[in-house]
Nanobody, 130 residues
Framework: QVQLVESGGGLVQAGDSLRLSCTASGRTFSTAAMGWFRQAPGKEREFVARISWNGGSTDVADSVKGRFTISRDNAKSTVYLQMNSLKPEDTAVYFC???????????????????????WGQGTQVTVSS
C-alpha cells in the first residue's frame, strides 16, 4: 500500500512559479516510477510529467516542456514538480501517481495514461490568474 499526499498548490498570477510536492508513505516509493497529472473542470485527466524510479529518466508533456521540471528525492520519499512561467491554462487540480513495477520488474510502457498507475494522491489545486 502506498499513500500519496500532494502539497504546494495555490493561487498565483501568470508568469509566477510554484513547486508542488508529493510525499509517499510505504517502503515501495524507491522502486516506483512517479507521475504528475492534472485535471481542469470539465476535462479529462491529462499527463504532465513522469520520472523513473531512480530519477535517471524524465518526460514532460509538450504543453509544459521548458516550463515544468519533475524531480525526486528517494531519501525523503518525495517527488516534485517545479512549475515556472505559469499560464492561466495551467489551472487545474494536480495529482501525483505511483507506478509500481510488475513482479518481473517492468513498468508500464504507456505511462501517459492514468489507468497505468497504481496509487493516486488526493490532488492539490493550482489556479493561475491572468
Amino acid at each position: 500500500q502506498v499513500q500519496l499526499v500532494e502539497s504546494g498548490g495555490g493561487l498565483v498570477q501568470a508568469g509566477d512559479s510554484l513547486r508542488l510536492s508529493c510525499t509517499a508513505s510505504g517502503r515501495t516509493f524507491s522502486t516506483a516510477a512517479m507521475g504528475w497529472f492534472r485535471q481542469a473542470p470539465g476535462k479529462e485527466r491529462e499527463f504532465v510529467a513522469r520520472i523513473s524510479w531512480n530519477g535517471g529518466s524524465t518526460d514532460v508533456a509538450d504543453s509544459v516542456k521548458g516550463r515544468f521540471t519533475i524531480s525526486r528525492d528517494n531519501a525523503k520519499s518525495t517527488v516534485y514538480l517545479q512549475m515556472n512561467s505559469l499560464k492561466p491554462e495551467d489551472t487545474a487540480v494536480y495529482f501525483c501517481a505511483a507506478d509500481l513495477p510488475s513482479t518481473s520488474g517492468y513498468y508500464s510502457g504507456s505511462y501517459r495514461y492514468p489507468i497505468n498507475y497504481d496509487y493516486w494522491g488526493q490532488g492539490t489545486q493550482v489556479t493561475v490568474s491572468s
